[in-house]
C-alpha cells in the first residue's frame, strides 16, 4: 500500500445482545456513512459474540492484516467485556494501566463525584476497580471519548494495519471514529471519490445479464459492476438495478459500454440513477 493508496477499512462488532437480537445494530451503518463522508468505503464487517476464543482469533486475523479496522464493544470491565483481553492475547503482550488512560479515568471520577456531591474516594474499591477500564496491551495508544473521558485504544499488528477499539455505545463509538479518521487517515479523503451509475432493468434475469457484467468488469479491471434484483417493488415491480462503480472516469467509460451492451437485448428501462461520494 503506497501512501496515495486508501487502507481497507473493516469493522468488528463484539456483543452476544447483537447475536441474540436484544439490540440491533447501529454502527455499520453510520460507519459507512461516516467513511462516505470522507470519501472513503468500508470494505468488511464482521460480527462476534462474546466468546473469548473467538474474538480473540478475530482480532488475530484483523492484527495480522494491513487492513484499519474499527472494533467496537467490550472494552468495559464487568465479567462479559473480554475485547481488551482478548486484544492482548492477539497481539502476545500483556496489558498494563495506561498512565493517561489513568488520569482521564480518575478525571471522570472526581467529576461524577462532584456532580453527586460527594467527596472522591481514589482508593474506594470500586474506583480501583474503574481503572481496569485503562488497561491495554502494551505499547497501545488512547482513543479520546469525548462523552465520559473513558478512553478507547489503537494497537498495530503485524500486518502493518491497526486496530482501532471503542466503547459499544453509539453516543461514544461514533464521534470517536469520526476523530481516528480525521486524526489518522485524513490524507487519503477524497471528494467525489468514486460514483454509481445505474439503470433500472425491467423485466430481466440476472442470468442473461451475466455475461454481459462478466465483460465489463473483465475491459474495466478498476470498476465494479453490480447487480441488485428486486421482485416487487412498488413502483417499478421485477426489476434489476444493474450498474457500475468505481472512479469517475473509469465508471463513465463502463458504463458506457454498459449501454452499449444492452442494445443487445430487447428490455424496457427506467430511470438512470447517479450516487457519487
Known amino acids: ?37 470522507r470519501g472513503l468505503t468500508l470494505s468488511w464487517a464482521e460480527y462476534v459474540g462474546d466468546s473469548p476464543e473467538r474474538i480473540t482469533a478475530t482480532l488475530k486475523r484483523a492484527l495480522e492484516s494491513s487492513d484499519v479496522v474499527f472494533s467496537c464493544g467490550g472494552i ?23 498512565p493517561e488512560a489513568k488520569r482521564l479515568i480518575q478525571e471522570r471520577m472526581q467529576d461524577t463525584a462532584k456532580e453527586q456531591g460527594v467527596a472522591y474516594e481514589p482508593d474506594r474499591p470500586d474506583n480501583i476497580h474503574r481503572l481496569n477500564m485503562g488497561t491495554f496491551p502494551a505499547g497501545a495508544d488512547i482513543i479520546r471519548n469525548p462523552y465520559n473521558k473513558i478512553p478507547g485504544f489503537s494497537c498495530r499488528g503485524a500486518g502493518g494495519g491497526a486496530v482501532h477499539f471503542v466503547p459499544g455505545f453509539p453516543v461514544m463509538a461514533w464521534p470517536m471514529i469520526a476523530s481516528v479518521l480525521d486524526s489518522h487517515y485524513s490524507a487519503h479523503f477524497r471528494q467525489n471519490a468514486y460514483v454509481e451509475k445505474s439503470v433500472i432493468v ?76
Not at 20 to 34: T, W
Open 1 to 37: 500500500m503506497t501512501s496515495h493508496t486508501p487502507p481497507t477499512f473493516g469493522l468488528i462488532i463484539i456483543g452476544d445482545e447483537i447475536m441474540s437480537g436484544k439490540r440491533q445494530d447501529k454502527h455499520m451503518p453510520k460507519v459507512i456513512e461516516l467513511m462516505n463522508e
Open 76 to 98: 468495559g470491565a464487568t465479567p462479559d467485556d473480554h475485547t481488551r483481553q482478548c486484544a492482548g492475547k492477539a497481539l502476545g503482550v500483556p496489558l498494563a494501566l495506561h
Open 202 to 277: 425491467l423485466g430481466a434475469m440476472e442470468a442473461t445479464l451475466t455475461p454481459l457484467m462478466e465483460s465489463i468488469e473483465a475491459a474495466h479491471p478498476g470498476v465494479k459492476v453490480f447487480s441488485l434484483p428486486s421482485v416487487d417493488h412498488p413502483q417499478w415491480g421485477r426489476h434489476i438495478e444493474l450498474g457500475v462503480k468505481g472512479e469517475p472516469a473509469q465508471a463513465d467509460a463502463a458504463y458506457a459500454d454498459l449501454r452499449v451492451g444492452l442494445k443487445t437485448f430487447s428490455l424496457e428501462y427506467g430511470p438512470e440513477l447517479v450516487r457519487q461520494a
